[in-house]
């Protein structure tokens, strides 16, 4: 059916009805159609869906709105697993099949090095799907606040007051203050709920005060969990201040849930929720966890960085080391190598690794992890990417045979894609977890690259996010 408002001029407040949704674009926003004009839509609507639109944003060539009403729903959509789908900014897209996901995953990668980057490239190859659906984080945070979020539902009529209600779990996108008490996650192995509800039950039952992000007070703050694919178990409760009710409650835990490894707690009497600069304490165990990639170990502790899905940040090195096509006799550079992790998984294929990274705790932690998986071949290194990898520091480290390169979203610095120009590496592997940076990068790159090999992998099931390997080969 055609919509029923020609959409042409620059109007504000302006609802469309029966707009056909017709793909996704970026960052999981679907796309319709209206008159030539491209509307973003959010609100929860997948392709195939006829919706009615409000306008928040309406400009010559494109409009975005919010879906206020779903007329028909797509023959795409199966039923979400999640009881707390819909309000949870969590798993976003478990409305779509997951081979769904996968397709237009694909379709957003090849889009973005053809529209953003307007490149030349191999067909893709196929996304590498998660085994793991479900369950497959190893980090998850959980919040604790003394503001839930009430749904329509449990708010109460006009003139009568607003219950307070506690509520442990995740905040609800772009309402800072509010939290979804969640039951049950689906994103992480147990005993992850099991702690989380065992943590819950106790401090109703003794009436520990939650944190109230704006009156700044409270007590319970924050709940960060690992969970290994060794089976290691780590807790880091987080609270405000020391309390004798600590005790208690810490040691309850233990009880109930002996899979629990090792038990932090961590006092913040600050303003923000960051751990980074605080002290976490040992209250039980040896204050980390070992996740294993192949047969490399690493250590985690409360503070450590770490590919949050263990089974696919495995494939994803696979790829990338796949792609840089070692023999054992190349100096391979690890740029935005985090805590050395893929520096050292492709250190045995490698005469030498050199990583650099922002964060000086990353490189301890980087150099600590190759020392315990007997890696003599890496060095790593801290500073801004576009300090160090000068001439000098090529000069002293040897010229690169590879460059593994995998940046934050926000892509490359141009500083560092004019500098990989000039040293012009033969081989260069792009590892993004934003293919629109990416895209973006590569086009800059082309002036003495081919693209050769590209591998999209889904790291995170459910979710519009996605990370892409690309093979630079120099042209000449
Ligand atoms: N390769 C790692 C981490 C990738 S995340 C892994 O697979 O685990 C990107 C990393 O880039 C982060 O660790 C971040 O701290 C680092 N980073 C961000 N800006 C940087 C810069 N300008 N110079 C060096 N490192 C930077």
Redesign the pocket.
Known sequence: MKPSYLCTREEKNVVLENVPVTGYAAEGKALARVDGKVVFLEGGVVPGDVVDVRLSKNKKDWAEGKATHIRSYSPQRTEPFCEHFGLCGGCKWQMLPYEQQMAYKQQQVEDHLRRIGHLSFPPLEPILGAEHTRRYRNKLEFTFSNKAYLTDAEMPAKGEEIPRRNALGFHIPRLFDKVLDINTCHLMEEPANLIKNTIRAYAEKHDLSYYDIRQQQGWLRNLVLRVCSTGEVMANLVVHHEDEALKGLLDHLLEQVPAITTLLYTINPKKNDTIFDLEPKIWFGKGYVEEKLEDFTFKIGPKS???TNTYQ?EA??KVTREFAGLTGKETVY?????????GIFVSRQAKKVVG????KE?IDDAKENAAANGVANAEFFA????D?ADDAFFAAHGAPDVIIT???RAGM?EKLTAKLLEVAAPRIVY?S?NPATQARDLALLSEKYTIERVRPVDMFPHTHHIENVVLLQRKY
Do not use: K, M, N, R
């Open positions: 960085f770490f590919q940040g994803l090195y690890d740029l935005y190598c985090g805590t050395g992790s893929i650099i990274e922002l964060i990353a500073g801004d990417v576009i160090i995998d940046p934050p610095h590892v977890c």
